[in-house]
């Protein structure tokens, strides 16, 4: 579990942290380095989940030595998927971390949402329905290691 405390807003108790693979972890369909080592430090307190279409069908191969779970969805309104995907596990108690406009619902569903605008860009949609936009993966796990990082960008 972890906690972060918001001054002047309410306080996030996570559970769940839900990512989207490619533009996200892996760039055309390669995780990015460090990437892993990062999740696995995070999957001691946090169940991590991978939830992606897998465009480029990679991501089990590439996440076999991750401490996470893969979920992949197909067909139309993938967006819907993955914010179901959330929901079932208890939306109050998820972290999100995506970049694609089928990551816009995810991010607004859960308890915090990151939008990432890294080498693939971003949806216009997702960014809006985030809390915090960062500029590489490494630093939006960072932190949720570092949670008062979180506190001072979120604070009101």
Do not use: H, W
Request: charged letters at 20%; glycine letters at 8%; a neutral charge.
């Amino acid at each position: 579990m972890l906690n972060v405390e918001i001054p002047g807003s309410d306080n996030i108790t996570a559970r769940y942290l839900v990512l989207d693979y490619n533009g996200t972890l892996a760039k055309d369909g390669t995780i990015l380095k460090g990437v892993a080592d990062k999740l696995n430090i995070l999957s001691k307190v946090l169940s991590v989940y991978i939830i992606t279409a897998d465009t480029f069908g990679t991501v089990k191969s590439n996440l076999k030595n991750c401490n996470c779970e893969c979920v992949i969805i197909a067909g139309e309104y993938q967006g819907k998927q993955k914010c179901e995907f959330i929901k079932n596990l208890n939306s109050s108690e998820v972290i999100a971390i995506g970049n694609g406009f089928n990551d816009a619902l995810m991010l607004k569903e859960s308890a915090l949402g990151i939008a990432l605008i890294q080498d693939e860009g971003a949806s216009v949609k997702t960014v809006c329905n985030a809390d915090i936009v960062c500029t590489d993966i490494l630093v939006a796990l960072d932190l949720l290691l570092n949670p008062k990082r979180i506190k001072a960008t979120l604070r009101n």
